[in-house]
């Protein structure tokens, strides 16, 4: 099983400039399209609560897992809440045969992912803009390195990076 860390970045590396923000009030359309693109290639998106609740919806012809410290009380149609660590989730999806995995955000999945050496790929789409201050796309991990597989202008401005992680 792949899985795939899938971000929009500021040029100063920040995936929003509050946490409540959704990344369409500053990302290219391009960008929109390669990320519906891949997540529903891959099939199954991985968010957090604070994610899922800025999107606010389960995201369509995909797999919608959330995964959050207090599981809801009450089930959402479309959406599997879960409080599983990520190295029991990643188990699981294997077993149950999943073939690929899109981290969607935020920043404390994206961390948890790569502290736990769980994330196979990175596909991180730079946009044309600077925040200053924001939310960082990831914290509380050791040094990654990684080797550059692909690079891709999406539009007029945003540059697409995909990345394997180095073992």
Not at 32 to 54: A, I, N, P, Q
Not at 128 to 154: D, K, S
């Amino acid at each position: 099983m792949i899985v795939s860390l899938i971000a929009a970045v500021s040029a100063d590396g920040k995936i929003a400039e509050r946490e409540d923000q959704t990344s369409l009030d500053w990302t290219s359309k391009e960008d929109t399209k390669f990320f519906v693109s891949k997540t529903k290639e891959l099939g199954t998106v991985v968010m957090g609560r604070k994610t899922y609740d800025t999107i606010g919806r389960p995201l369509k012809d995909r797999r919608n897992i959330v995964l959050t410290r207090t599981v809801s009380p009450e089930p959402v149609e479309g959406i599997e809440f879960t409080s599983e660590s990520p190295a029991v989730l990643v188990d699981r999806l294997k077993s149950e045969g999943v073939q690929g995995v899109a981290l969607i955000g935020g920043s404390s999945i994206y961390g948890q992912f790569l502290s736990a050496g769980l994330v196979d790929e990175l596909f991180l789409t730079i946009e044309p803009v600077q925040f200053g201050t924001g939310v960082p796309l990831a914290t509380g991990f050791e040094r990654l390195n990684l080797a550059l597989i692909h690079t891709e202008r999406l539009g007029d401005h945003a540059v697409l990076l995909h990345y394997r992680v180095r073992r």
